[in-house]
């Protein structure tokens, strides 16, 4: 397996109401960054890409971030029955190599942010042989999100 616990550095879920999951959370002790808007376009499997634009934020402490993404019908963000987290997410220095891996490890690529050239980029979502979602990030993003936690525009 490519991942190693030490770059395991959030956990999310999928809300239906971000401010509302925010006070929620903040009950134990969470502080948020600032909600940003992403717009997205999503590759997944046998389907053309779709533009998303969703609503997420981070808790700023960590090592282990708290990401909470605002639900998208028809999107990769739909909230899992009874508030199950949606993924665990980790670090990688290579996306599209470790996507590889893994899919030789049978977990199923679910979808992914589209790149110019329509391959992964930022992102990707895979399925576990056992069901569990894990979300692989380039960590060339890292100084982006990272700032963003301190209070910085995120990009």
Not at 17 to 26: H, I, W, Y
Not at 57 to 62: A, K, N, W
Request: charged share 20%.
């Amino acid at each position: 397996m490519p991942l190693a616990n030490e770059r395991l550095y959030h956990a999310a879920w999928v809300v239906t109401d971000l401010a509302a999951s925010m006070a929620s959370f903040g009950s134990v002790g969470l502080q948020w960054a600032k909600p940003a808007v992403r717009n997205i376009l999503v590759g997944r499997p046998n389907l053309d890409p779709t533009p998303f634009s969703i609503n997420v934020t981070y808790s700023c402490d960590g090592p282990l971030h708290v990401e909470l993404i605002e639900a998208k019908s028809g999107s990769p963000w739909v909230p899992e029955s009874l508030g199950r987290m949606h993924h665990l997410g980790w670090w990688v220095a290579d996306l599209r190599g470790t996507i590889a891996e893994l899919q030789r490890e049978n977990h199923l690529l679910e979808s992914w942010m589209v790149g110019a050239d329509g391959e992964p980029e930022r992102f990707a979502y895979l399925r576990a042989p056992g069901g569990q979602r894990i979300e692989l990030v380039d960590e060339a993003i890292k100084p982006n999100l990272m700032g963003w936690l301190r209070g910085e525009e995120y990009v």
